[in-house]
């Protein structure tokens, strides 16, 4: 009697999970649970189920790789709104059987190899892409990319790409036109990247809110700190310095409000009495500082899912340019730091 040899396929009907899962469990992965794990492990041996290296492999090219591609992680914001995209990619992926690979990567290494020669040597079979400047290397490539390609708070035209962002402009308005509405005249903004496309766009909301209201932007109260804390610190404290009329600062990210809170406080200004203050992404500290800060909640997490879910159905069919960009739900969340209540 031939004995039937059992399949992964097998291992997953009887221990009650996904192909993905059993991949998982046989390579290492850590964010199984042990109770599935020691499930799936037994229903192995009950099945005399043991993949060899070759198993391993072609099991890995049966299921579709996406990769997260995350440009700068070192510098990138470090509050944590870089894990909630990468969190919500690795749902996506785990949920529809797909393998999940993160790689970071810079502006240099992005010169010494292809966006092409990147993801066909590790057999990415689509990307997920952030924090990419508008001049880096990989813009024009993934431009011309043979795998589909979803890029966040960047729109790259191309035959096989996709975006996903908020409406930057409008949040950016309207956040702007809070402190507006509070009687703020002498509004500072404090932006992230200056070679970044969201940034553009974010000015962009700010200058609209400022003409709605009448008012020219002035070049010098808009700065860039690159989404640094210490260096947006700096930058608020020479601003104030050159000029004091200063009563309300848009922050593009929380961590840069929170080095301009830090440096009001030093300088006992009363935060909103004197100068108003708003951030931006609702991190986990901002409605634990005091005064609780006021700022947009993009839902990152939410925007790498549909950026994954994207990726996945442009390796599928191809899509007409209007659905492959795609934007995803926001909230300006007003807190003490603008003279709200405490959310």
Same mark, same amino acid.
């Given at each position: 009697m031939i004995k039937v040899v059992a399949k992964i396929y097998d291992v997953a009907k !009887?221990?009650?999970?996904?192909?993905?899962?059993?991949? +998982?469990?046989? &390579?290492?992965?850590?964010? #199984?649970? +042990?109770? %599935?794990?020691?499930?799936?492990?037994?229903?192995?041996?009950? $099945?005399?189920?043991?993949? &060899?290296? *070759?198993?391993?492999? =072609?099991?890995?090219?049966s299921l579709k790789t996406i990769a997260f591609i995350m440009n700068d992680l070192v510098g990138s914001r470090y509050d944590g709104v870089s894990m909630q995209t990468i969190m919500g990619v690795y749902h996506y992926a785990e949920t529809h059987e797909m393998q999940f690979v993160l790689y970071p990567t810079t502006t240099q290494q992005q010169r010494a190899k292809t966006f092409a020669q990147f993801c066909e040597e590790r057999n990415i079979n689509g990307a997920v892409v952030q924090g990419l400047h508008?001049?880096?290397?990989?813009?024009a490539q993934i431009a011309e990319a043979a795998l589909p390609v979803v890029t966040i708070d960047l729109a790259i035209p191309g035959p096989r790409t996709g975006a996903v962002? #908020? @409406? &930057? %402009?409008? *949040?950016?308005?309207?956040?702007?036109?809070? $402190?507006?509405?509070?009687?703020?005249?002498?509004? =500072?903004?404090? &932006?992230?990247?200056?070679n970044a496309q969201v940034s553009v766009v974010r000015e962009a909301g700010f200058k609209a809110a400022l003409a709605g *209201?009448?008012?020219? !932007? @002035?070049?010098? +109260? #808009?700065? /860039?700190?690159? /989404?640094?804390?210490?260096? !947006?610190?700096?930058q608020v404290a020479a601003a104030l310095t050159a000029d004091p009329a200063i @009563?309300?600062?848009?922050? !593009?990210? @929380?961590?840069?409000? =929170?080095?301009?809170?830090n440096v009001l406080k030093a300088r006992q200004l009363r935060v909103p009495a004197d100068v108003a203050l708003a951030g931006f992404d609702n991190t986990a500290l901002a409605e634990?500082?005091?005064?609780?800060?006021? %700022?947009?909640?993009?839902?990152m997490d939410i925007m790498g899912y549909n950026a994954a879910e994207l990726v996945n159905k442009l390796l599928q069919r191809d899509m007409p340019t209007a659905q492959r960009q795609i934007?995803?739900?926001?909230?300006? #969340?007003?807190?003490a730091s603008t003279g709200g209540q405490a959310k």
């Open positions: !009887a221990a009650g999970v996904s192909v993905g899962t059993v991949s +998982r469990v046989f &390579n290492g992965y850590t964010d #199984i649970s +042990r109770a %599935t794990k020691k499930r799936v492990l037994k229903v192995a041996k009950e $099945l005399g189920y043991t993949p &060899n290296v *070759a198993a391993r492999t =072609l099991s890995s090219k508008v001049d880096d290397p990989y813009v962002s #908020i @409406d &930057n %402009t409008a *949040a950016e308005k309207a956040v702007t036109q809070l $402190l507006l509405n509070r009687g703020r005249r002498h509004l =500072l903004m404090v &932006n992230g990247r200056q *209201a009448g008012m020219t !932007a @002035d070049t010098r +109260r #808009i700065l /860039y700190a690159d /989404y640094d804390m210490k260096l !947006a610190g700096e @009563d309300g600062i848009v922050c !593009a990210s @929380d961590a840069m409000a =929170l080095g301009a809170l634990f500082v005091d005064p609780a800060l006021t %700022t947009v909640e993009q839902h934007f995803s739900p926001y909230e300006v #969340i007003e807190r």
